[in-house]
């Protein structure tokens, strides 16, 4: 139990261009949703909270308007990072909690390149 | 603001022999939480321990929470090349929109030599 997908796995985008990252949960209901941005060797650097039905929370530094994130429903979050540029290139990965719990189960993560 | 360090950041060891790393919060925590990253994966959860001065054991591995709930440690006997990758200790707080939200170690990455 508790599985987390992510799609997609790797995605390769041009300067200036956007791109959608989905997040379900496949097999509970993820009342929370967490999106983390995570550099090589470095640990996990929230970006934002969401909750289903409500905005998403963000972290201190981090552009909302620039990185887009809609949790339209209890198995599914989407992060948009827009008008993206190299220094966006990083790996992204999501996480998902249950009602009243504190665990939290991670996707597999996104690797994106922007050139 | 809440901190969680993590000691040591990195640790070689042969296998066979023990490791252990530790977590050490700023705050008096509810819970703390362990969890482990393959090389090129995704963060597992492996445990959580609530009460004070608990002690969980899972095979060669064994967590143990502090009296006073604001340390912490992973310990894994005989370690084993499967044992390889980042631990992360992580503890619970809010958000500013009071919504649930983890504060994470920066990790210790564990390499085993066969």
């Known amino acids: 139990g508790a599985v987390v997908s992510q799609h997609p796995s790797w995605v390769i985008c041009k300067s200036g261009t956007s791109v959608k990252i989905e997040c379900r949960s496949l097999d509970f209901q993820a009342t929370t949703m967490f999106w983390y941005r995570q550099f090589p060797k470095q640990s996990l650097m929230l970006m934002a909270t969401s909750n289903e039905g409500s905005k998403a929370t963000y972290e201190q530094g981090v552009e909302k308007d620039k990185f887009l994130i809609n949790h339209a429903s209890l198995t599914l979050s989407t992060l948009t990072v827009t008008s993206a540029h190299p220094e966006d290139s990083s790996f992204y990965i999501c996480?998902?909690?249950?009602?009243?719990?504190?665990?939290?189960?991670f996707g597999p993560g996104t690797r994106l390149t922007v050139t | 603001g809440q901190q969680v360090m993590q000691i040591p950041q990195y640790q070689h060891v042969q296998e066979g022999e023990d490791f252990t790393t530790y977590c050490n919060s700023s705050?008096?925590?509810?819970?703390i939480q362990w969890y482990k990253q393959r090389p090129g994966g995704h963060p597992v959860f492996l445990i959580q321990l609530v009460k004070s001065g608990e002690v969980k054991k899972q095979k060669r591995l064994t967590f143990q929470f502090g009296e006073a709930k604001k340390n912490s440690s992973l310990h894994i006997t005989a370690t084993q090349t499967t044992d390889v990758g980042t631990y992360f200790c992580a503890g619970p707080t809010y958000n500013a929109g009071n919504n649930r939200k983890l504060i994470w170690g920066l990790g210790t990455s564990l390499a085993v030599n066969p």
């Open positions: 996480s998902a909690s249950e009602r009243k719990s504190w665990e939290q189960y």
């Open positions: 705050t008096t925590l509810s819970n």
